[in-house]
């Protein structure tokens, strides 16, 4: 009998993206707090002749297929890593937004990662998954982790934070993708004579985190990323305008966008933001999630 292992994997919004200046390497020094959110891809592994990567999903033919695919490129990490070889088929039912800014890629790399591991019996320690996560991309070892947590370095050297309540977001999904690298370049381009200040975890939002306080929240979430998602994206500016409008506590572009995030006041709110969010034309979809989620977790 084949066996498969399917695991469940979640989004990320970044509450706070502090950005340094480029780097030698052109990397950023960055403090990233990102907070799992209750949306979710699953990846299953299963036995097969050779590597395979399969997606469904409303957004599944912007996915790459190849081995470019980071749930490909994590299985392949792993078998080399054990001497084996990565004949396994990999089926993504992708329901996170494809270049987002909500780690979608990283989260499929950080479940197949899991899922290989369980279907080979690799017996990886959460260390050495910790490490293969870092290696595949900076979001990666946090759609491992879930829940919320500090990143510094690239954003991939990570401390766990605490959660003391539920939060309630929307997400507008916007038409098309931002490439991650093309934002970090504009990012560079707006603040090039500029002195970039060191990137430092706010303390007040790290204290709204751990109170579960919705509203210091909103006061505190900042990203740096912003201006230059919305010199590439000008539009934004109104998916932004439209759920403030709309009654969200606060707005933000979620990452490298061009997903906008809204935190709102509860449920109820949510499902305005939402609606209104989906009636104003400015964005594809308008999706309501909560925080915390758990990280990537065998079904
Ligand atoms: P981040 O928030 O980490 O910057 P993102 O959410 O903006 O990432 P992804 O959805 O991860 O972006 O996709 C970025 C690009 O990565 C896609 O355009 C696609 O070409 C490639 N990619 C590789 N593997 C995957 C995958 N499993 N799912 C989605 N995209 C993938």
Known sequence: MTRSVTVRVPAKVNVQLAVGAARPDGFHDLANVFLAVGMYDEV?????????????????????LDAT????RAAIALAERHGIAPDVHLH?????????????????????????DALWGTGA???ELLALCAELGSDVPFSLTGG????VGRGERLTPAEVGGTFHW??????????????YGEFDRLTAGTQVPEPTASAALLAALRTG?????????????QAAALSLRPSLADTLAAGTAAGALAALVSGSGPTTA???????????????????????DARVATSPAAGATVL
């Open 125 to 127: 320690g959460r260390e």
């Open 69 to 72: 695919n980071l749930a490909a």
């Open 170 to 183: 929307v997400f507008a999904v916007a038409d098309g993708g931002l490439s991650t690298p093309a934002v």
């Open 148 to 151: 919320a947590a500090l990143g």
């Open 92 to 116: 993504i039912a992708k329901d996170i937004p494809v270049a987002g800014g909500m780690a979608g890629g990283s989260a499929d790399g950080a479940a197949a990662l899991l899922a290989c």
């Open 44 to 64: 299953t592994a299963t036995p097969a002749d050779a590597l395979r990567v399969t997606c469904s999903g409303p957004d599944a033919g912007l996915v790459p």
């Open 213 to 225: 306080d919705t509203a210091a929240l909103a006061d505190a979430l900042s990203n740096d990323l």
């Open 262 to 284: 809204f935190l709102t006041d509860g449920e109820e709110s949510a499902r305005k933001v939402a609606d209104a969010l989906l009636t104003s034309g400015t964005c594809r």
